[in-house]
């Protein structure tokens, strides 16, 4: 199981964040989840008004998480769903998926939530998705490690 060895984690203030969603429309009631799941980490982290966007698919992720940090969000967390199928379109684009959004917290110094299932069946992606019955929520670990390495790079730069 992907979620063996997980730390242990607690939510920390971060109310003085800016913070942002882009979440895919593929696999709706995937991505409902993994959208729940984020908002309740936002939640529990004390964020205030996170602005939520929504993208064709999982391809377009990178760009609008750019275009996010390039309008000064502290954290963007970008939410998706690829599920192999027959082609080799699944391995292009969760490729393009993870390295753009590599690009993206390089390139602008900005903390990126990676929530982008990237599973060989829709089984697969339910027992991600934080629903009811899943046994793991990667929404909420995507936006809970967004936060907190949002909270780290402000206190590094603090200290600059």
Do not use: N
Not at 13 to 41: F, K, N, P, T, Y
Request: charged share 20%; with cysteine; proline share 3%.
């Amino acid at each position: 199981m992907s979620g063996a060895g997980a730390p242990q984690t607690q939510a920390i203030d971060c109310h003085d964040l800016r913070v942002a969603l882009v979440a895919a429309s593929w696999h709706e009631h995937v991505m409902d989840g993994l959208i729940a799941g984020a908002q309740r980490a936002f939640a529990e982290h004390r964020v205030e008004a996170p602005v939520v966007t929504r993208v064709p698919g999982t391809f377009e992720l990178p760009v609008v998480a750019s275009a996010l940090a390039q309008h000064g969000f502290d954290a963007v967390v970008a939410l998706g769903v690829v599920i192999r199928g027959g082609t080799p379109h699944f391995d292009y684009v969760c490729s393009a998926a993870t390295d753009g959004l590599t690009r993206v917290a390089l390139d602008h110094t900005v903390a990126v939530g990676f929530g982008v299932l990237t599973c060989d069946d829709e089984a697969q992606a339910l027992d991600r998705a934080g629903l009811e019955g899943s046994s793991e929520d990667k929404g909420y670990e995507a936006a809970a490690a967004a936060l907190q390495t949002a909270q780290t790079l402000k206190r590094i730069r603090s200290k600059v």
